[in-house]
């Protein structure tokens, strides 16, 4: 197996080396978003230090954290599983002897590596030397864990949205209705303690917290969710235990839906 997540992903860098320019644009896009929420909050913060226990500096902390981990988990297998269901070519993935999961997964893995080089490491000097922002994790090793497991999070949730094409043909609507939600709901807009108490509780039982929420409290060293304070480990360990679910989950629906595929377009 690792052989083969190494092959696609080694193949799938090399492929999208070809046309970096594209992710070059994320070097202007993760900055300005950056920037405007900058300037939102430094706005609101004229004449008070806190803000819902965050200070400024906490603030766009969380922001820039925020952003760099977009650069680390950034998925879209849930648009190529129903392209490829839409236009029939997935039925060449039935025929081969690896599950188009694990090769998905493993163009995932190649893919980010990219990202990582191009645009990850660009955007936190930008943030490192431009806006001042501590970018050091409280701890190293619980910090690159969680980002795996969020890493993992979003592929899984990405994909299990991309398997409604199964019944759908176009899911188009579905994954768009999923992306609003699933950024909402895991902090990225804004962080989740801002949400009304009953809020809190409800998100505190959802996945989606674990894909950037519990990612950047773990950089912070720090998690509080709905009055609940969790240590580092416990709280990566229940991230750890929501993807194996996910992952669980994930294989139900996949078993049901290749019973429905009828290679639509072939």
């Not at 163009?107 to 990582?116: N, V």
């Not at 768009?176 to 939600?181: A, E, G, V």
Request: proline share 3%.
């Amino acid at each position: 197996m690792l052989k083969i997540i190494k092959g696609v992903a080694f193949v799938t860098y090399k492929e999208w080396a070809a046309y970096r320019s594209h992710m070059l644009v994320s070097l202007i896009l993760g900055p300005l978003y950056f920037l405007v929420q900058y300037y939102i909050w430094t706005s609101l913060y004229n004449n008070q230090d806190l803000i819902n226990g965050f200070t400024l500096s906490q603030m766009l902390t969380y922001y820039g954290i925020t952003t760099l981990i977009h650069y680390c988990i950034m998925d879209f297998a849930d648009w190529n599983l129903q392209m490829l269901i839409r236009t029939g070519r997935f039925i060449t993935f039935i025929l081969r002897p690896v599950s188009h999961r694990l090769f998905a997964l493993s163009q995932k893995i190649g893919h980010r590596i990219l990202g990582f080089h191009l645009e990850f490491i660009p955007v936190y000097m930008i943030f490192f030397f431009f806006f001042d922002i501590n970018l050091i994790p409280a701890n190293i090793f619980w910090f690159a864990a969680s980002i795996i497991l969020g890493f993992m999070m979003q592929f899984l949730l990405n994909y299990c949205i991309g398997m409604t094409a199964f019944w759908l043909t176009r899911a188009d609507g579905v994954r768009s209705i999923y992306s609003i939600f699933s950024q909402l709901s895991a902090g990225v807009l804004i962080p989740l303690t801002f949400f009304p108490e009953v809020f809190q509780r409800i998100l505190f039982f959802l996945p989606f917290q674990f894909i950037s929420y519990v990612p950047v409290n773990v950089f912070l060293g720090e998690y509080k969710l709905s009055g609940i304070e969790l240590e580092i480990p416990q709280i990566v360990g229940i991230q750890f235990l929501y993807v194996i679910i996910i992952f669980l989950f994930s294989e139900l629906i996949w078993r049901r839906a290749i019973i429905k595929y009828t290679g639509v377009g072939v």
